[in-house]
């Protein structure tokens, strides 16, 4: 499949306010899951970090760029949307930070800019996924690294559930999406319950709602629920993805060390959800 040039690139205008509004409301900084989040869902210790040039594609509300900059490296964070501004809030007191609003079909960043680059969560709510992930891959120093994280493909069944869900919340006002997220909090809090039930048909039961309420976050805290709610239901593209395929977007890219992290996860808490997540290298010279 060939990438869309620069002129055919869908207009992003809902991604773009819909995390405007996402990331400018729900500032939330959870500093211990933080760092826990970013370190298995990149593979980096602070130790790998300290001194390096790091690219944050897609930072959101600058949660992990907050990390990043603990570890001592010099740090770069770019979003499509708004939400740079709640970045440039939540990093002001570290110096080695920069912020930039950005799309990520279309880079300001010369090539070989970067020695450290993630992308969690991010490239799946692009209108081409690949494409983003090559030009990211480009912005790569010799030897230098990057870690993606995207949503994984379902079976077919849980994937029909997914697509006649979003096929109606994704053209739904924000209005209405709020106030449904934090109608759906309680849902979140039940499935939570019911699926750590120790009683086989309780827990049947929490896994027959997850089914029916796939996009409802079960995150322990309520008010992250609302926001990972939202995060799932609103944005205009959601893509889900095999292993394989992503794979062969690292070896498109000429990468080497690729590793699958998804092999190594320890999360930080019961209901984090498995991704397809994978790290690799630009070779040396």
Known sequence: MSAASPSKIPVQSRTQSAYSFQWNTFRIVR?????????????????DLAGQTVLDAGCGMGRYLRVVAEAGAVAVG??????????????????GVSVVQGDLLRLP?????????????????????RRAFLGLAKLLRPGGRIAIWVYPREKPRLETIINIHRAISRRLP????????????????????????PNRLVSKAGVALNLLTIGVSMHPDPEVRVCDTLDWYAPRYLS??????????????????????STQQNFFHAGQGNGVNFAGRRREG
Not at 78 to 95: G, H, K, N
Not at 179 to 195: E, I
Not at 254 to 261: F, M, N, R, S, Y
């Open 31 to 47: 500093p211990e899951e933080d760092r826990a989040t970013f370190q298995n869902r990149t593979g980096l210790d602070p130790i």
């Open 78 to 95: 770019m979003d499509l949307s708004r939400a740079v501004e709640a970045a440039r809030d939540q990093t002001r007191e570290y110096p």
């Open 109 to 129: 960043f010369a090539d070989g800019s970067f020695d450290q680059i993630y992308s969690l969560g991010v490239l799946d709510h692009t209108p081409d996924p």
């Open 174 to 197: 924000l209005g209405v999406l709020v106030p449904f997220s934090r109608l759906m909090a309680p849902v979140g809090g039940l499935k939570r319950r019911l699926m750590a039930s």
């Open 240 to 261: 889900r993805h095999t292993p394989e395929e992503v794979r062969g977007w690292f070896e498109e890219a000429g990468l080497v060390d690729i590793i699958d992290l």
